[in-house]
């Protein structure tokens, strides 16, 4: 079994939005539209997406606001940015902004779906949210989990974590309070192009509540979400990003 991508489009065009969800649904995604920044906020607020596809000119806040606002609250979806100006500039300042790739109106459809297979083949990503320095540490209980080290810190021990087991640990953390299926995890892991194997993803959760609960005195932070997958609860202390 494939993960099938989930991909949000945004774009106060309906009739665009119908034409685009119509074509990616028989490309085998999973699609939602909404047709401003407001009902995207909304969505991603109780939803997970791999991509998001997004108007440039919207009204409200627009797509480039969008793309940086995203970013510096520590969201980082991959984003494909649509406009009906495809100047040098516009296309520059759209990658800076934020997006993944930048495509003017009006294309085809193929190209469009040429572009997100190529988009999707970059995950997984650090997210935002989690840069790579010595710095970042993300906060949950009692627990630290330092990305520059790799490794788990509880108080004043260091618990060493697998390679296996950060990766997924960074993931969970990613999304904190929102559970993500075998499928999800197995995608953000290692690539849409892998087949989804639930007894390695069981495997190493299991493993890595070995280390998270050993403690009978702490609560119980990485939960199973009957029919939905796992997800790594915020008990106790919030869970921050410090940089």
């Not at 840069?131 to 330092?146: E, K, Q, R, V």
Request: glycine share 6%; with cysteine.
């Amino acid at each position: 079994m494939t993960y099938s991508a989930k991909i949000l489009i945004v774009d106060d065009d309906p009739r665009l939005r119908s034409l685009l969800k119509c074509f990616l649904i028989k490309k085998g995604f999973e699609v939602e539209c909404v047709g401003d920044a407001e009902q995207m906020t909304r969505n991603l607020k109780r939803s997970f997406y791999d991509l998001i596809i997004l108007d440039w000119m919207m009204p409200g806040e627009d797509g480039l606001s969008v793309c940086s606002r995203l970013y510096a609250e520590g969201n980082n979806p991959l984003i494909i940015m649509l406009t009906a100006n495809g100047s040098e500039n516009d296309f520059i300042a759209g990658l800076l902004g934020g997006a993944d790739d930048y495509l003017a109106k009006p294309f085809n459809v193929e190209v469009l779906l040429a572009r997100i297979h190529a988009v999707l083949r970059c995950r997984p990503r650090l997210p935002a949210s989690f840069p790579d320095n010595n710095a970042s540490l993300f906060y949950f209980g009692p627990y630290a989990l330092d990305f520059s080290q790799c490794c788990l810190f509880k108080k004043n021990s260091r618990l060493d974590l697998s390679s296996n087991e950060f990766a997924l640990l960074h993931v969970l953390a990613q999304h904190a309070g929102k559970p993500l299926s075998r499928e999800q995890l197995s995608y953000r892991l290692k690539g849409k192009s892998s087949k989804v194997d639930c007894r390695a993803i069981d495997t190493q959760v299991y493993r890595l509540r070995q280390k998270l609960e050993n403690d009978p005195a702490h609560p119980d932070y990485l939960q199973t979400v009957r029919g939905l997958g796992y997800v790594l609860v915020q008990v106790g202390e919030i869970a921050t990003v410090i940089k």
